[in-house]
């Protein structure tokens, strides 16, 4: 399939010649792509309970079903899976040998999770993820019972589970950059960005807008662009905001995004049904 790519600040990014190559469209709804060490991409069809797997060799399979009704997901510096499982409103890390997982958190000072969206990890092992509430269909639950829909730091051995966001009306998407010393988040609610200092005791200051739109899932390149997803398709802005490259998808919602493959420079869609791919003359990081 053939779509224009608009590049009004900075065509470099892409890969010469390239263009949007549709892998399949064979889902439901498609979410959390992330990649392993090798480049293996995994990603979510989170209506039909499974997570899929695209490898390097170029061929996408199921690689686990059921799978919590999983949604967000990252590869942390182990290599290990973590998922946003939000059938029971949790947090999991998966073993990707036995394809079985652990329950890393569930609830917050006794009450249930709203439902964990989008989780990212630092490179010290700590990690942070955004629980906005969706109502799910599968949920025999209504009601929240945490009314602060808001963002969480869990400490290195998964004891402390801290709240360190509080004012966003709807969280969503997280990455943080390589070093472990800004993190990036999305206020889906509020069609905002921003991005945050990490203290060395994980609290966040230093709160800047980076940019007004509506965003789903977001990643980051070698260059800290930010590259963000909506019903627009993937936009990539700078570290400073300026808005550098739009991705049509052609579908009705562009969920999520990451960078996979061999080298880590083609970035992989998770658009509605369809699961997507483009050559890039620029790599993902990894923490």
Not at 44 to 69: E, F
Not at 166 to 183: A, C, E, H, S
């Amino acid at each position: 399939m053939s779509i224009p790519i608009h590049t009004p600040k900075d065509s470099s990014l892409i890969k010469e010649g390239a263009t949007l190559k549709k892998i399949s469209g064979e889902f439901a709804f498609t979410e959390g792509p992330s990649a392993d060490a090798e480049g293996n991409v995994y990603f979510t069809d989170q209506p039909n309970d499974r997570i899929m797997k695209w490898g390097v060799d170029g061929q996408l399979s199921t690689y686990m079903q059921p799978s919590g009704r999983s949604n967000g997901m990252f590869f942390d510096k182990k290599d290990r899976l973590w998922s946003c499982a939000d059938a029971n409103n949790e947090l999991w890390i998966i073993d990707k040998s036995k394809k079985k997982e652990t329950v890393v958190v569930g609830e917050y000072q006794g009450q249930r999770l709203n439902g964990p969206n989008d989780v990212w990890v630092a490179p010290n092992g700590t990690a942070y993820f955004t629980d906005p509430f969706y109502k799910r269909d599968w949920w025999k639950h209504s009601e929240q019972q945490i009314e602060i829909q808001g963002v969480y730091f869990l400490s290195k051995d998964h004891k402390t589970l801290t709240r360190v966001i509080d004012d966003f009306k709807k969280p969503n998407g997280i990455v943080g950059t390589p070093d472990g010393k800004k993190l990036y988040m999305t206020d889906i609610g509020d069609s905002k960005i921003y991005h945050y200092k990490i203290n060395k005791d994980g609290s966040l200051s230093d709160k800047t807008l980076l940019c007004e739109e509506r965003s789903d899932g977001i990643t980051l390149d070698e260059k800290g662009n930010l590259y963000i997803t909506n019903s627009n398709g993937v936009t990539a802005y700078s570290p400073e905001g300026k808005k550098l490259l739009n991705i049509p998808t052609g579908e009705g919602w562009t969920a999520n995004v990451c960078f996979g493959g061999k080298d880590h420079t083609t970035l992989f869609i998770t658009a509605s049904k369809g699961f997507y791919s483009m050559e890039m003359n620029v790599k993902g990081v990894k923490p």
